[in-house]
């Protein structure tokens, strides 16, 4: 009964690969987003989504492409990993008015 | 985040009151939020007040939004050690972006 779910919670890969994480809600909620926080703690939008029409992206490079099947789900895809993408990814959901849910986040470590 | 801004570290005693400050630029912000993330955990909201308010209470929270000078507080009555964490405030001026501040790091002692 998690209402933001994502995963993996951890994640260890090789600089070069290519990873996805995975975000569900089951809040109904119609809108989606990707957040990162860095070492700082320091927290940034990376995309939203709204009825699966991507509607923000932050000057997110390409690498990274999120993709939302239907209302419920955004994953996240990022290709040739570098040191830098290291990070806790947050996903979260929002009703128009209301507050935002967010996932438990996911600890990328790229080696 | 440069939109919003808050103080990064605040030590209280265990029993007092805790103020923490943020102010934020964006004149068109609807709501304001504040968030509470612990060690290694994810963020969970605390409250969230409307531009149009100027005062919410919940329980030990109190928010005061002055919204001429921009200016959100959070207060937490009564302390406690299960109140240390990093307190984010955040505005939301469209329906799809939330703006954070950079976290205050409260740290209750004994």
């Known amino acids: 009964d998690t209402a933001v779910s994502q995963t993996p919670k951890y994640l260890v890969t090789q600089m070069g690969n290519d990873k996805s994480i995975k975000c569900e809600q089951n809040?109904?909620?119609?809108?989606m987003y990707w957040y990162k926080q860095d070492s700082k703690k320091f927290l940034k939008i990376m995309f939203s989504y709204n009825n699966k029409e991507l509607i923000i992206n932050e000057t997110v490079p390409n690498r990274f492409s999120p993709k939302s099947p239907d209302k419920a789900h955004l994953n996240l895809h990022i290709n040739s990993l570098e040191l830098g993408d290291s990070a806790v990814y947050f996903c979260?959901?929002?009703?128009?008015?209301?507050?935002?849910?967010f996932g438990s986040g996911t600890r990328l470590t790229v080696v | 985040g440069e939109d919003v801004e808050q103080s990064l570290f605040l030590s209280v005693r265990e029993g007092d009151s805790s103020v923490i400050n943020c102010t934020y630029t964006?004149?068109?912000?609807?709501?304001l939020y504040w968030y509470k993330q612990e060690p290694g955990a994810g963020l969970q909201l605390l409250t969230y007040?409307?531009?149009?308010?100027d005062m919410k209470q919940d329980q030990r929270l109190t928010v005061l939004l002055n919204k001429k000078d921009k200016h959100l507080s959070l207060r937490i009555a009564d302390t406690q050690t299960g109140d240390s964490a990093i307190y984010f405030c955040?505005?939301?001026?469209?329906?799809?972006?939330?703006?954070f501040g950079a976290g205050t790091t409260v740290t209750v002692r004994a």
């Open positions: 979260a959901s929002s009703v128009r008015g209301g507050g935002y849910t």
């Open positions: 964006d004149s068109s912000s609807t709501y």
């Open positions: 007040i409307f531009s149009n308010m």
């Open positions: 955040a505005e939301s001026s469209n329906d799809y972006k939330l703006s």
């Open positions: 809040l109904g909620h119609d809108t």
